[in-house]
């Protein structure tokens, strides 16, 4: 079962896949999306990149980071956008959507909602095949673990199939 995770950011999107079968989650890509641009070109390019992972890959779902507050209201309003872009794409694709705050990834990741960055990659790259010498920024590990999250939590809900 594939699980794309994805951690919208203002520049750059972060992405990763992973097969989620019986044995160790296997991360099949990852990697940044650059969309360092202008709108509408920013939009354009957002749509396109992730309508071709999902085509690509073929998820079984998508797994996006939730909008936390940002002190920055650009920011925030950047990153606003790429969400709502990235949710119309996978709606469009006819995936099932999952939505996940930074506080509950912690907490799914590594039992606990304090965790910070590091801590949530060294169990990222203790609990996923391929992730073990990964050599990427944040936005990539933080969308592995979204993915991750998928897998941990939707897996023993009722009705929910991944």
């Known amino acids: 079962m594939i699980i794309l995770g994805i951690d919208p950011g203002t520049t750059a999107i972060g992405f990763a896949v992973l097969d989620c079968g019986p044995g160790k989650p296997v991360l099949l890509d990852a990697g940044l999306l650059d969309t360092a641009l202008r ?18 890959w073929k998820p079984a779902s998508v797994a996006v980071e939730k909008l936390f507050f940002e002190k920055n209201k650009k920011t925030a309003m950047a990153v606003a956008e790429a969400r709502g872009i990235i949710l119309l794409t996978a709606a469009l694709q006819k995936t099932t959507l999952f939505e996940y705050t930074p506080l509950e990834v912690k907490k799914a990741v590594t039992g606990h909602g304090a965790a910070d960055k590091m801590q949530v990659e060294k169990i990222v790259r203790l609990s996923i095949s391929g992730a073990e010498s990964l050599k ?24 929910h199939k991944l």
């Open 39 to 56: 709108p509408p070109e920013r939009f354009l390019r957002t749509h396109d990149a992730i309508r071709t992972l999902i085509s690509r």
């Open 136 to 159: 990427a920024r944040d936005d990539v590990f933080d969308a592995i673990a979204i993915a991750f999250t998928a897998h941990l939590l939707e897996r023993f809900r009722p009705g």
